[in-house]
């Protein structure tokens, strides 16, 4: 991986003479050398060293501790890896500068919050996408023709080209390309595309070949193949069962690539102040994020999650190799897809789509059978998570939750539904009711608003993104970015969560305005909900004596800027267990 350069913002700290107690003495050059070399030394990504036994005190900062109880600090002292003093300088002084391994940071007056735990993330699909075609913001098929082509161009005859993240809502005709379109580029190489939804794909004519998609080639359960008016493959794959016919063949990466992926992955998440991830991720990444992690690169905290469908036995296998209770990588919540993306027409409706009444959407799962493996599964003590986006979708989820309680009793068993994104003004009320977590990614909010009212109709699109309805009506909120279908930055979210405005600004007050929240619920939703999400309530999330030192170094304190400016902020430094993993250049 490569080092970080010594510089950013611990060299911003030091512009000034700094008074660390008033009358006893000052920063002198010297000392602010000596200052400055240990942070140097901890902010090197690839020597990550054991955890300190020494103390660290960071003073003279704008600390925002995320604590209702005392939400402000100017000074906090971590040892191994833990805050454990934290307050005004003169008390963080007084009771935590004793001792001979003592080291002193000045943050000068910087803007300190918790690290973001982002509620939702894919780092292994993020890590392939890296060694791919990038399509994200692609503004027509001719453009997206146009880096197709550049990346065959380096690629001999009859290798596979992957990419992802094309959006056809961003392109004139908001039409799903076909594999004839891909073909007038692509020859001689098997290509597969990915929706930047992840729920839709198109393939061209070899690769249709190689997973012998023809037309006659049946829909797969829980998924569709696209045909035209001749019943031929038009190259759209609709969900997971019919995408993994193409997807299946394509040769798989070595540990090398993905590594190199994952490495690029891992930077960009501390740059973006992220400190914990929930990661839903092909099982083969685990073993890459261990080999990581013994060999100390591993800077961000990852909970890995489990696939629902996979067998009971295999399922405590994987948890008995992967651990559930290492604080910087374990196991977690079993995840299952009960529908596709509100984009691509597959999220499943209680009613047809307000622009195609040709379709509700598709339930990918089938709910009996969901419902008998959830009671089975919560029986043996897994945490249980169902994708879920549209209304018909999440009643089916909560469905199957309120059946889990009746087989199995009630206890603290915190299941999630991951998106929520449309529902159902009946159903608000369960989520509280049942005690299930909506895990929700605002960034999303922003970026469907464009069509989402058209897929919805005016009366639906009251329940969509609702996250000031949930919060009233009791239910708890864990934010997340949905990356690598959204950018990483948790500032967008914020952006999103506090205005509900496209990114250049508008509409006025905001689309559906009433479920905007405040900028202190939106933090607490990527922050301490989302520790709560994941069993770690108490342990991350706020900075409070006895919590992990996670936390980041802005270069603008959010309470005091406009929300049009939080996507524009700057991490200067990510800080994990008391080590500065980021440091920015």
């Not at 037309?215 to 035209?228: L, N």
């Not at 059946?403 to 206890?411: L, P």
């Not at 969560?497 to 939106?522: I, M, Y």
């Not at 939703?525 to 309530?537: I, K, N, V």
Request: charged content about 25%; hydrophobic content about 35%; some cysteine.
């Amino acid at each position: 991986m490569k080092t970080p350069p010594a510089s950013g913002f611990c060299r911003s700290f030091y512009r000034r003479r700094t008074l660390v107690r008033p009358g006893i003495y000052f920063v002198t050059v010297a000392a602010i050398a000596a200052l400055i070399a240990p942070l140097a030394r901890a902010q090197t990504r690839n020597t990550i060293p054991a955890p300190p036994s020494h103390t660290t005190l960071y003073l003279h900062g704008r600390i925002y501790t995320n604590d209702p109880a005392h939400p402000w600090a100017s000074a906090m002292a971590v040892r191994d890896g833990k805050i454990v003093c934290i307050g005004d300088l003169s008390t963080v002084m007084l009771e935590c500068s004793s001792g001979e391994n003592l080291e002193t940071i000045q943050l000068g007056g910087h803007f300190v919050m918790p690290g973001f735990n982002d509620a939702h993330v894919h780092l292994g699909g993020a890590a392939i996408d890296k060694l791919s075609v990038q399509l994200n913001g692609v503004t027509s098929i001719e453009e997206l023709q146009k880096r197709l082509a550049a990346t065959i161009a380096q690629h001999q005859d009859g290798e596979w080209v992957t990419g992802s993240g094309w959006d056809q809502t961003l392109w004139p005709d908001k039409a799903f390309p076909t594999r004839q379109q891909l073909d007038a580029v692509s020859p001689k190489n098997p290509v597969f595309l990915t929706h930047i939804s992840g729920h839709v794909a198109v393939a061209n004519s070899l690769a249709l070949q190689a997973g012998n998609v023809t037309k006659t080639t049946p829909d797969p359960a829980g998924g569709k193949i696209e045909r035209d008016a001749d019943g031929q493959a038009t190259g759209m794959l609709l969900e997971d069962t019919a995408m993994h016919l193409v997807r299946g063949k394509i040769p798989e990466m070595t540990d090398e690539q993905l590594r190199q992926g994952l490495e690029i992955v891992l930077e960009e998440v501390a740059r973006n102040g992220i400190t914990s991830v929930q990661d839903n991720s092909d099982w083969e990444f685990f073993g890459l994020y261990h080999k990581l992690k013994e060999e100390g690169n591993l800077t961000v905290r990852i909970t890995e999650w489990l696939p629902f469908e996979t067998s009971l036995e295999d399922l405590h296998n994987m948890r008995s190799e992967g651990g559930a209770t290492d604080p910087m990588l374990k196991t977690g919540l079993l995840k299952g897809f009960l529908d596709g993306a509100l984009g691509s027409h597959t999220a499943a409706l209680l009613a047809p789509y307000s622009d195609d009444p040709s379709t509700s959407g598709i339930l990918t799962a089938n709910v009996d059978e969901y419902r008998k493996m959830a009671i089975e599964r919560d029986k043996a003590g897994f945490q249980i998570a169902f994708h879920a986006i549209g209304d018909k979708a999440n009643r089916a989820a909560l469905d199957i939750f309120e059946a889990v309680v009746k087989a199995n009793g009630d206890r603290d068993r915190r299941d999630r539904i991951e998106h929520a994104q449309v529902i159902a003004p009946e159903d608000m009320p369960r989520f509280a009711a049942l005690k299930v977590i909506a895990s929700m990614q605002p960034s999303h909010e922003t970026t469907d608003m464009r069509w989402a009212e058209q897929r919805l109709g005016l009366e639906r699109s009251k329940g969509a993104y609702a996250w000031n309805s949930l919060l009233k009506s009791g239910a708890r909120l864990a934010f997340g970015t949905d990356y690598d279908v959204e950018p990483s930055s948790p500032f967008r979210g914020l952006y999103a969560c506090t205005t509900r405005e496209l990114p250049d600004g508008g509409p006025r007050e905001g689309w559906e305005p009433q479920e905007k929240l405040p900028l202190e619920d939106c933090i607490r939703a990527y922050t301490t909900g989302s520790a709560y999400a994941q069993f770690s309530d108490g342990k991350k999330g706020e900075l409070k004596s006895g919590e992990y030192a996670d936390f980041i170094v802005l270069n603008a304190d959010l309470t005091k800027i406009p929300p049009s400016q939080y996507t524009s902020t700057k991490v200067l430094g990510t800080v994990v267990g008391g080590r500065t993993v980021y440091q920015a250049p």
